[in-house]
Each structure stands twice: as structure tokens, then as C-alpha cells.
T-cell receptor, first 111, second 112 residues
Framework: EAQVTQNPRYLITVTGKKLTVTCSQN?????MSWYRQDPGLGLRQIYY???????DKGDVPEGYKVSRKEKRNFPLILESPSPNQTSLYFC??????????FGDGTRLSIL | EDQVTQSPEALRLQEGESSSLNCSYT??????LFWYRQDPGKGPEFLFT???AGEEKEKERLKATLTKKESFLHITAPKPEDSATYLC?????????????FGKGITLSVRP
């Protein structure tokens, strides 16, 4: 089954404690992206990757890092999380301009 | 900068009561307009892509249409299982990034 898998699905942590949210897709897609979804603001892009070792900033990249060492994986790294990064995060992938497939989301709470 | 505005924010319908959801957009060059459905606790699920004004697509009780300034998602004789948040997104002409610019969504509730 074609899918985008995110882990963890839920995480409560404290300010400053480094965390990584993993994203993996099994569709051999070149393009992968991270979004955050906040009430009243909708979905906003954080970072994206056009292919292995090619990443770039989206609209709200501050406080986040990404890497793309393998085609299937695109982890989102929060080096020093802060409460304003409390949000619902989605990873998405696509290929050749086709519609993006989304994971089921990761709900992060940073105290 | 690409912008997407969806209206109304929320819509409550009786089962069988047809209606339309609106998505107004501004984009320098539209590569595609997308409709997604999002259920609570889930990621957005793709419904339709529209590429040019005048285009229409249908799937069960849903029909999406596109003009140069807006798109409509028509829901005919809705059922309670159509209750969800419907997201509209546009993809501009930027070659390097397939970024989607999303609206804030329309929460649809269909009462039995």
C-alpha cells in the first residue's frame, strides 16, 4: 500500500530537548515536504526536498532542520524546541507534479 | 505571493441538502488547483486537481469546478460521512518547488 509514514504520532516534550520526527515514503517519490498546521493559519510549508541531498527552505523554516540522505526518508529535526513550535506536523511526498500524498500527522506539544 | 481564501469557514447541512464550498485564489501562474479532504486525526486526502479555467471533475457526490479566480466544490445530496474539513490549495509556476499554498479550510457538518 502506498503510504507516507510519520513517527511519532504524538509527542510531549520540554523546551530545549532535541527531537526528530521521522518521515518515510514507499512510492519512490523525488519530492518530499514538511508542513505545519495551526488553527487559523492553515498548512504552511517548513522545508522541502526535490531529491536526495537537495533541500531548501519553505515559508516558516526558523528553528527546524532537515536532511535527505536517502530517497525514502526525510526527517524533521528540532535542535532546541520552543513552545511556539507546538503544532500538528505533516510530511508529504509526490512525483512529477502529481498530487502530494500526506502522512497522518505528528502532534507535538512543547512545554 | 500566492493566496487562497476559502468560504464559509464552517457549513452545517442537513442530509440531502446540496451546497457549494468556495475557494478564491490569486497566483501569478496557476500550475494546478487541488482539493483535499481532511478527517480529524488524519492527513489531507487528495480529491481533485484542476488545471485550467472551465475544467470540471466529479467523484461520487462531489464536483469541482474552476474559473480564473475561484473554484467551487459542489456537494450534491450530502451524507453524514461527507462531514470533514475541505482544503483548497494552489500550486504556482515556480519550477524548483512543488509547494502548495493552502487555504484555511471549510469544516462541513452534515446532520442525519
Amino acid at each position: 500500500e502506498a503510504q507516507v509514514t510519520q513517527n511519532p504520532r504524538y509527542l510531549i516534550t520540554v523546551t530545549g530537548k532535541k527531537l526528530t520526527v521521522t518521515c518515510s515514503q514507499n512510492m519512490n517519490h523525488e519530492y518530499m515536504s514538511w508542513y505545519r498546521q495551526d488553527p487559523g493559519l492553515g498548512l504552511r510549508q517548513i522545508y522541502y526536498s526535490m531529491n536526495v541531498e537537495v533541500t531548501d527552505k519553505g515559508d516558516v523554516p526558523e528553528g527546524y532542520k532537515v536532511s535527505r540522505k536517502e530517497k525514502r526518508n526525510f526527517p524533521l529535526i528540532l535542535e532546541s524546541p520552543s513552545p511556539n513550535q507546538t503544532s500538528l506536523y505533516f510530511c508529504a511526498s509526490s512525483s512529477n507534479g502529481q498530487p502530494q500524498h500526506f502522512g497522518d500527522g505528528t502532534r507535538l506539544s512543547i512545554l | 505571493e500566492d493566496q487562497v481564501t476559502q468560504s464559509p469557514e464552517a457549513l452545517r447541512l442537513q442530509e440531502g441538502e446540496s451546497s457549494s464550498l468556495n475557494c478564491s485564489y490569486t497566483v501569478s501562474g496557476l500550475r494546478g488547483l487541488f482539493w483535499y479532504r481532511q478527517d480529524p486525526g488524519k492527513g489531507p486526502e487528495f480529491l481533485f486537481t484542476l488545471y485550467s479555467a472551465g475544467e470540471e471533475k466529479e467523484k461520487e457526490r462531489l464536483k469541482a469546478t474552476l474559473t480564473k479566480k475561484e473554484s467551487f466544490l459542489h456537494i450534491t445530496a450530502p451524507k453524514p460521512e461527507d462531514s470533514a474539513t475541505y482544503l483548497c490549495a494552489v500550486q504556482g509556476p515556480t519550477g524548483a518547488n512543488s509547494k502548495l499554498t493552502f487555504g484555511k479550510g471549510i469544516t462541513l457538518s452534515v446532520r442525519p
